[in-house]
């Protein structure tokens, strides 16, 4: 069983940065892939990035890419979305997840979840 607590929300302008963690309250599987996705309002949870927790290339939803930044610390067991240039339509509540699907977008084929941390851009 794997418990995720994000934390790193809060209130910024448009054109700010935002960085968000991700721990994991066990030692994570070399094998898991990390996600992370947002929810807005009225609105249902999309992806933003993932990365596999032993290496290799991160993956982006395409609104995001070349302003965020997904990376994760192994020693901590914690994964990082660094949010740049950050618009109003990044609005939402982050979440991180982990799944044994490798290299998945698939909300549903995410296992475990974190409670999940808001952040709110203004413009």
């Known amino acids: 069983q794997v418990q995720l607590v994000e934390s790193g929300g809060g209130l910024v302008q448009a054109g700010g940065s935002l960085r968000l963690s991700c721990a994991a309250s066990?030692?994570?599987?070399?094998?898991?892939?990390m996600g992370w996705f947002r929810q807005a309002p009225g609105k249902e949870r999309e992806f933003v990035a993932g990365i596999y927790w032993s290496g290799g290339s991160p993956y982006y939803e395409d609104s995001v890419k070349g302003r965020f930044t997904i990376s994760r610390d192994n020693t901590k067991n914690t994964v990082y979305l660094q949010m740049n240039s950050l618009k109003p339509e990044d609005t939402g509540n982050y979440f991180c997840?982990?799944?044994?699907?490798?290299?998945?977008?698939?909300?549903?084929?995410?296992?475990?979840w974190g409670q999940g941390t808001q952040v709110t851009v203004s413009s």
């Open positions: 066990a030692r994570t599987c070399s094998t898991y892939t």
């Open positions: 997840a982990a799944t044994i699907n490798h290299g998945t977008r698939i909300r549903s084929l995410y296992d475990w």
